[in-house]
């Protein structure tokens, strides 16, 4: 059973930065994408950032293109999202997710998820 644990959320100023992880147990990942996404109130979900488990081949959506970094360490089955430069507008539950194929990163289904972390930026 694939289970996705996000952390690291939390309270930060504008300007700071956070590092979130999602620690991933219950299957071999090789071959699957594994996403960043981001939900604030009121509006849809959105997906962040990519990267594929086997070759570390990342995507980023332009919102956060230059102050977002998606990475994994596959010895240890985490994948991380550094976030600096964070504004206002980040404030979000942010998730975790798997898909079990590596095309269209950006764009495509996934289908395992995390319980999600809030992140909240404010002075």
């Known amino acids: 059973q694939v289970q996705l644990v996000e952390s690291g959320g939390g309270l930060v100023q504008p300007g700071g930065s956070l590092r979130l992880s999602c620690a991933a147990s219950?299957?071999?990942?090789?071959?699957?994408?594994m996403g960043w996404f981001r939900q604030a109130p009121g509006k849809e979900r959105d997906i962040l950032a990519a990267?594929?488990?086997?070759?570390?081949?990342?995507r980023y959506a332009d919102s956060v293109k230059g102050r977002f970094t998606i990475s994994r360490d596959n010895a240890k089955n985490t994948v991380y999202l550094q976030m600096n430069s964070l504004k206002p507008e980040d404030t979000a539950v942010y998730y975790c997710?798997?898909?079990?194929?590596?095309?269209?990163?950006?764009?495509?289904?996934?289908?395992?998820w995390g319980q999600g972390t809030q992140v909240t930026v404010s002075s």
């Open positions: 997710a798997a898909a079990r194929g590596v095309a269209d990163m950006l764009g495509r289904e996934y289908d395992y």
């Open positions: 219950g299957h071999t990942f090789s071959g699957y994408a």
């Open positions: 990267i594929t488990w086997n070759r570390g081949m990342t």
